[in-house]
T-cell receptor, first 114, second 112 residues
Framework: ETGVTQSPTHLIKTRGQQVTLRCSSQ?????VSWYQQALGQGPQFIFQ???????GRGNFPPRFSGLQFPNYSSELNVNALELDDSALYLC?????????????FGPGTRLTVL | QKEVEQDPGPLSVPEGAIVSLNCTYS??????FMWYRQYSRKGPELLMY????GNKEDGRFTAQVDKSSKYISLFIRDSQPSDSATYLC????????????FGAGTQVVVTP
């Protein structure tokens, strides 16, 4: 177990809806990164939050947004869902400056958009 | 052009064979190199990481990095059916901590 949990495990939405995915980081980890993994592809970096501020974004539109809370839990929000948003969404918590093997991924949330 | 290229496979090998996986990358700024294993519908699990060129061994796994060629490899000796999974290479820089660039993943099937 990595100590990183995500909820829900899976969900189904329809095009145009909004969705919120949640991640609980490992205790003490003040950085969380979110990734989108489409079927048959590697994870793609969406954005990272460090101490509750966005700290870098990948090539994703503004309808992907996030929040990080003081207790190191975080959310990924996606508005106006599109069919191509169907994917496994992964969060990874880490502590900057620590060894790279202390970045842990959660089990992911599988989102299906119909 | 993607920053990290990885052959998606699938790669099918008999039990006991050596599995050889490769990735190439385009940006010489990358500083650390990782291999993840991902079972179906699960999150990635870190197998190995290294910061430097050369070989790093951990049990049946060997990670190899050639920074001059921008080429990284993972070898699995004495492969087992339980090694059947998707293997992802990932690279990053200390300036962009936690913002990894992943390859597409190679699906490996080890047959008994």
């Amino acid at each position: 177990e990595t100590g990183v949990t995500q909820s829900p495990t899976h969900l189904i939405k329809t095009r145009g809806q909004q969705v919120t995915l949640r991640c609980s980081s490992q205790s003490g980890h003040n950085t969380v990164s979110w990734y989108q993994q489409a079927l048959g592809q590697g994870p793609q970096f969406i954005f990272q939050y460090y101490r509750e501020e966005e700290n870098g974004r990948g090539n994703f539109p503004p309808r992907f947004s996030g929040l990080q809370f003081p207790n190191y839990s975080s959310e990924l929000n996606v508005n106006a869902l599109e069919l191509d948003d169907s994917a496994l969404y992964l969060c990874a918590s880490s502590l900057p400056g620590a060894s790279v093997d202390t970045q842990y991924f959660g089990p992911g949330t599988r989102l299906t958009v119909l | 052009q993607k920053e990290v290229e990885q052959d998606p496979g699938p790669l099918s090998v008999p039990e006991g064979a050596i599995v050889s996986l490769n990735c190439t990358y385009s940006n010489s700024a990358f500083q650390y190199f990782m291999w993840y294993r991902q079972y179906s519908r699960k999150g990635p699990e870190l197998l190995m990481y290294t910061y430097s060129s050369g070989n790093k061994e951990d049990g049946r796994f060997t990670a190899q990095v050639d920074k001059s060629s921008k080429y990284i490899s993972l070898f699995i000796r004495d492969s087992q059916p339980s090694d059947s999974a998707t293997y992802l290479c990932a690279i990053g820089t200390t300036d962009s901590w936690g913002k990894l660039q992943f390859g597409a993943g190679t699906q490996v099937v080890v047959t008994p």
